[in-house]
């Protein structure tokens, strides 16, 4: 069973940068789309951005288009989310997760059939 493990939040000031990481045991990521999710205190799950690891294809939240950037790395194994230009707004838990499709527009939620515990993003001055 593949299992996913976000790394990289912690404090971060206000237009600080933090980059997130989320790796599968070392496993190689090909063919999934991974996603990024946030969840703040009080509020929904929101989607933050989503990968094809195998053709990187990217997508992005509107409210954070031109702050956060989606990656992966070159063995497939590890996604990365730059984010820069941090703000209030921004602290939440993060979390990874993987579906085997891409899908245009965005799928439901419940096609990601593995997720990450997440990870604590504090922003704060």
């Known amino acids: 069973q593949v299992q996913l493990v976000e790394s990289g939040g912690g404090l971060v000031q206000p237009g600080g940068s933090l980059t997130l990481s989320c790796a599968a045991s070392?496993?190689?990521?090909?063919?999934?789309?991974i996603a990024w999710f946030r969840q703040a205190p009080g509020k929904e799950r929101e989607r933050v951005s989503r990968i094809s690891v195998s053709d990187s294809a990217t997508d992005y939240a509107d409210s954070v288009k031109g702050r956060f950037t989606i990656s992966r790395d070159k063995a497939k194994t590890t996604v990365y989310l730059q984010m820069n230009s941090l703000r209030l707004e921004d602290t939440a838990i993060y979390y990874c997760?993987?579906?085997?499709?891409?899908?245009?527009?965005?799928?439901?939620?419940?096609?990601?059939?593995?997720w990450g515990p997440g990870t604590q993003v504090t922003v704060s001055s």
């Open positions: 997760a993987a579906a085997e499709l891409w899908g245009a527009p965005w799928p439901p939620d419940n096609k990601y059939n593995l």
């Open positions: 070392g496993r190689s990521l090909d063919p999934y789309a």
